[in-house]
């Protein structure tokens, strides 16, 4: 790996799960002889601390243009990193936003081959900095005025980008959820990426007798040769979660890879096998969140990242032995500390996903997202809502 700028903050996962920590009342189980490490990864987050225009966002995806998601690839591939709400303003020498600054409802930054060097990296939205805008804004036959995009995970497929975006609403200070979209951005475009298309795509589904709300927007893997995969099976992946009080589960679809854009064409896991029928997806495994990813290890298993519990301080993983699972126990990585930085405000932390293409081989570049309960402590507080990053880096023998 080369020698650190700085010290790493190792943590051995495996001392740590056979110590036999509790949460929720639930016992993490003991690790294999295999021992996983963490350290953070400042380089990461230093390329998102900005302090004019493009000044923070949650929601972070990282999509390699050329489509190939095996690790090294920041130095060789071109990046766009997709966001949700972002604010658009100034920020003062003490970390205050300062008046004029605004909320945009998604983004996107460009960064070329090079690593995580902040100079080159270009934030785009609509408009300019006095009047900045969302990138994409619903449109379709099932969206209405007033709508939201909350873009998801995307991938690269014929010479083009889709994402898949939930479509949201405001009510009574709070969001809901009304479908999810299928958005093409042409690789053509130029910036600000424009046009694109969009339409509505069958994969919300609302909470109907004992089963959550349903919606696939939250991962996407390429299990296929044109994506690196250490063994592909030619399926696209794409994870998506049922939602219920208190806890949320992960669901798995999947399609031909040159089946991806059509919809109809998908299958979910019910279990047993593969169906064609959303409703008939099943639990896989719980207590995920929203936003989460799945990555091929070199071995031929897989591993799943996720904020325990959705809002938690708790970076964790889950590995199966397919891609639809079944998934083993989870194993706690990182505590979030950004709650103890601020201890007189309601900080928290969620939506840890891994992005592999910025990986170095041996390791897993996560990030997760950090937010505060109370909308105008981001303006005094400016360095709260940015993405953070740490590295998972695999000791053992398989990775």
């Known amino acids: 790996m080369g020698t650190r700028a700085v010290k790493r903050a190792r943590v051995a996962v495996a001392a740590v799960l056979?110590?036999?920590?509790?949460?929720?009342?639930?016992?993490?189980?003991?690790?294999?002889?295999?021992?996983?490490e963490v350290e953070p990864a400042p380089e990461w987050t230093e390329l998102f601390d900005t302090?004019?225009?493009?000044?923070?966002?949650?929601?972070?995806?990282?999509?390699?243009?050329d489509g190939d998601e095996s690790?090294?690839?920041?130095?060789?591939?071109?990046?766009?990193f997709v966001f949700s709400d972002t604010f658009i303003g100034e920020v003062n020498g003490d970390g205050e936003r300062l008046p004029g600054t605004t909320m945009v409802h998604n983004t996107l930054a460009w960064m070329p081959p090079g690593g995580p060097d902040p100079g080159p990296v270009q934030f785009w939205y609509r408009g300019d900095d006095e009047d900045p805008g969302s990138v994409f804004v619903p449109d379709t036959p099932d969206s209405e005025p007033g709508d939201d995009y909350w873009p998801g995970d995307g991938i690269v497929h014929d010479g083009a980008v889709?994402?898949?975006?939930?479509?949201?609403?405001?009510?009574?200070?709070?969001?809901?959820?009304?479908?999810v979209a299928m958005i093409r951005l042409p690789l053509s475009s130029r910036p600000p990426l424009l046009p694109y298309q969009q339409w509505d795509v069958p994969l919300y589904v609302p909470e109907s007798g004992d089963r959550g709300a349903i919606s696939f927007t939250g991962g996407i893997m390429a299990n296929t040769e044109s994506a690196g995969a250490p063994e592909p099976d030619g399926y696209i992946y794409?994870?998506?979660?049922?939602?219920?009080?208190?806890?949320?589960?992960?669901?798995?679809?999947?399609?031909?890879?040159?089946?991806?854009?059509?919809?109809?064409?998908?299958?979910?896991?019910?279990?047993?096998?593969w169906s064609e029928n959303i409703g008939d997806a099943a639990r896989m495994t719980d207590r995920i969140s929203p936003e989460n990813s799945v990555t091929p290890l070199p071995d031929g298993r897989f591993i799943l990242v996720f904020q325990l519990d959705t809002i938690t301080r708790y970076v964790a993983f889950r590995i199966g032995d397919t891609p639809h699972g079944p998934w083993g126990p989870f194993r706690i990585i990182y505590a979030a500390p950004e709650p103890d930085v601020w201890p007189d405000l309601p900080v928290y932390t969620y939506n840890a996903k891994a992005h592999p293409h910025l990986s170095e081989p041996g390791e897993l570049l996560i990030s997760y997202n950090v937010n505060v309960n109370d909308f105008w402590a981001h303006f005094d507080h400016a360095d709260i809502y940015r993405p953070r990053f740490i590295r998972l880096i695999y000791t053992g023998n398989a990775w």
């Open 18 to 36: 056979a110590a036999g920590l509790s949460l929720a009342g639930a016992l993490v189980q003991p690790a294999r002889a295999e021992v996983w």
């Open 51 to 65: 302090n004019s225009g493009w000044t923070g966002a949650d929601g972070i995806y990282s999509i390699p243009i």
């Open 71 to 80: 690790p090294g690839g920041a130095n060789t591939r071109r990046t766009l």
């Open 162 to 179: 889709y994402y898949l975006a939930g479509m949201m609403y405001s009510e009574d200070d709070w969001f809901y959820q009304r479908g």
């Open 238 to 273: 794409i994870y998506g979660n049922e939602s219920v009080w208190l806890n949320k589960f992960l669901l798995v679809a999947r399609a031909p890879e040159q089946q991806f854009p059509y919809v109809n064409q998908w299958t979910f896991w019910d279990g047993e096998g």
